[in-house]
T-cell receptor
C-alpha cells in the first residue's frame, strides 16, 4: 500500500463548478498535510496546508482533514480554466514530505 | 524573490556516464532535497541534507550520491547512469526542515535527464 494515494484522474469539471480532489494516507500518526499545485512543465508550488481536523478556507480553496478516516481533500469553488493543473497531496512523515502521485484537473470553459 | 536554480534543464547522457546535477538556492535555507518525478509515481525523495557536509538517504537512494560542500549548493551525482534513471529531477529547499514548519518546499525548474 502506498503511503499517500490519490486518484490520478484526469478529473474534468466545467468552469464555475466545484472540483473535489481526494487523498488518503496510511500512517495514522501523520500530523501535517499539504496541497501543492503543478502546472504542466512547471515546478510544484504550495497552495494549502492543514494540521487539524475540519476545514480550512483560503479564497476559493478549502482543505478538509479527517484524521480518523485518514483522508484529506481539496475543494476548489468556482473552478477556472487557470486551475487546470496537477494537484499533489503531501504528508509529513518521519521528518520527510511524502507525495502522492497527483490528480490532474481539467477545467473546461 | 525565492530562487532555486538548477544548472541544466535538459540533459542527454549515455549509459555508464557519470552525471552531475547542480542546484543552488539563494534563500540561505538549511535544508535541501533532491526528488525525481515520474508519471504515475509522483515525487520520490532521493536524498536530502540538513546542513553543510551532511546528507541523509531518502526513499530511493540507490544509484545516486550527493554532495553539499556549501550551504547554497546541493549536487546530485549519478555515478554510472542507467536507462531507468531517465526522469525529471527536482531540487528543493526549505527553511525549517523536511517540508518546513509549514510544509513549504521551494522547487527549482527541474532537470529532465534522458539516459540512452
Amino acid at each position: 500500500q502506498k503511503e499517500v494515494e490519490q486518484n490520478s484522474g484526469p478529473l474534468s469539471v466545467p468552469e464555475g463548478a466545484i472540483a473535489s480532489l481526494n487523498c488518503t494516507y496510511s500512517d495514522r500518526g501523520s500530523q501535517s498535510f499539504f496541497w501543492y499545485r503543478q502546472y504542466s512543465g512547471k515546478s510544484p508550488e504550495l497552495i494549502m496546508s492543514i494540521y487539524s481536523n475540519g476545514d480550512k478556507e483560503d479564497g476559493r480553496f478549502t482543505a478538509q482533514l479527517n484524521k480518523a478516516s485518514q483522508y484529506v481533500s481539496l475543494l476548489i469553488r468556482d473552478s477556472q480554466p487557470s486551475d487546470s493543473a496537477t494537484y499533489l497531496c503531501a504528508v509529513r512523515h518521519t521528518g520527510k514530505l511524502i507525495f502522492g502521485q497527483g490528480t490532474t484537473l481539467q477545467v473546461k470553459p | 524573490d525565492v530562487k532555486v536554480t538548477q544548472s541544466s534543464r535538459y540533459l542527454v547522457k549515455r549509459t555508464g556516464e557519470k552525471v552531475f546535477l547542480e542546484c543552488v538556492q539563494d534563500m540561505d535555507h538549511e535544508n535541501m532535497f533532491w526528488y525525481r518525478q515520474d508519471p504515475g509515481l509522483g515525487l520520490r525523495l532521493i536524498y536530502f541534507s540538513y546542513d553543510v557536509k551532511m546528507k541523509e538517504k531518502g526513499d530511493i537512494p540507490e544509484g545516486y550520491s550527493v554532495s553539499r560542500e556549501k550551504k547554497e549548493r546541493f549536487s546530485l551525482i549519478l555515478e554510472s547512469a542507467s536507462t531507468n534513471q531517465t526522469s525529471m529531477y527536482l531540487c528543493a529547499s526549505s527553511l525549517f526542515g523536511a517540508g518546513g514548519a509549514d510544509g513549504e518546499l521551494f522547487f527549482g525548474e527541474g532537470s529532465r535527464l534522458t539516459v540512452l
